[in-house]
């Protein structure tokens, strides 16, 4: 077999099945429809007298041939994209390309605002999209290019390009003349004295809820909502404490912060994004970007 035999799309639909496991989702990324896609791997498999993909729960598992050609093939179009991005280059001034951002709730309070002022300014014809997912599908998405970036403390992603923006810590967020702010309290004494509050979480915040459980605050719990965005507003009305990151925590106004040494308090939130699209000229000029906006 050689090189001229193969059509580039059957490479490109190959890398979709091996990343995705799933004909179906593959089909989905390519814009293709599911005829198109398994006629198209049929062609392929035929070329390189191998079945490539074995059916399993769920999808499809790859054959030993095919994790041999995986590596290679994905270089291979990494490459090509890169190539052929660069020489078309990216001017943001004229650009109406639409970038996919993973964000919490909590993260697109905190970059969304000053993101968008920029943009006003720099790529008025720019667009972004918020789209959070599930942690466990971001380096898929990532790769696929179904999300340009993810934002956020995401030490699961292991295998992505990322850089720092900034460090944070958890928190306490009190409405302000809260009996608990009365007394001065520091240290093991302040991380005990919780005992005192009762709490409101979210359940889609699995570190603060880490947080009270390792506090031993569960019983405390009074309110779990789905949204973080509510939180102020019931940590105002009433006598409720909320866990929260500190620079969201000081961007409100007629609250009071309280800094427990809570185990683990820390984290460092970090830009991700996919070695596959890491020389494309519109991804180095948004994260540059994010960089200069909101790293340190």
């Known amino acids: 077999m050689h090189l001229k035999d193969i ?17 179906s989702r593959a089909a989905e990324q390519l ?5 198109a896609a398994s006629q198209g ?14 059916r399993s729960a769920g999808g499809v598992q790859p054959t030993p041939k095919a994790q041999r050609l995986a590596d290679p093939v994905r270089h291979a179009l990494a490459t090509l994209e890169q190539a052929l991005g660069e020489s078309a280059g990216f001017d943001p001034a004229r650009s109406t390309r639409t970038f996919q951002l993973h ?17 006003r300014e720099r790529a008025p014809g720019l667009r972004v999209q918020a789209r959070p997912l599930p942690r ?23 295998e992505s390009q990322r850089v720092r923006l900034l460090d944070d810590r958890y ?51 009074r309110l779990v909502t789905e949204h973080f ?6 940590v105002r009305a009433t006598d409720l404490a909320a866990i929260l990151p500190r620079i969201i925590a000081r961007g409100f106004q007629g609250y ?33 970007l994010l960089q200069e906006l909101f790293r340190g």
């Open 41 to 54: 791997l049929s062609r392929l498999r035929t070329l390189l007298q191998d079945p490539l993909f074995m």
């Open 31 to 35: 814009d293709l429809t599911q005829p």
């Open 136 to 158: 466990e599908q971001l380096m898929e998405a990532l790769d696929a290019g179904r999300i340009d970036f993810a934002i956020g403390f995401l030490p699961m992603v292991r």
């Open 256 to 288: 009071a912060i309280v800094e427990p040494p809570f185990p683990q308090r820390e984290f460092t939130v970090s830009l991700h994004w996919s070695r596959r699209f890491d020389a494309d000229p519109g991804n180095r000029w948004l994260r540059a």
């Open 103 to 119: 964000l919490s709730d909590i993260g697109e309070a905190r970059f969304l605002p000053e993101l968008m002022v920029a943009l």
């Open 171 to 221: 928190v306490v967020l009190l409405r302000e003349g809260h009996p608990f702010t009365r007394k001065r309290r520091t240290g093991a004494a302040l991380l005990k004295a919780l005992g005192e509050l009762e709490f409101v979480a979210v359940r889609a915040h699995a570190d603060t809820l880490r947080i009270v459980q390792q506090a031993r605050l569960q019983e405390r719990l």
């Open 229 to 234: 965005l509510v939180l102020p507003a019931i």
């Open 7 to 23: 059509d580039l799309n059957l490479l490109r639909l190959f890398d979709a099945v091996y990343r995705t496991r799933n004909v």
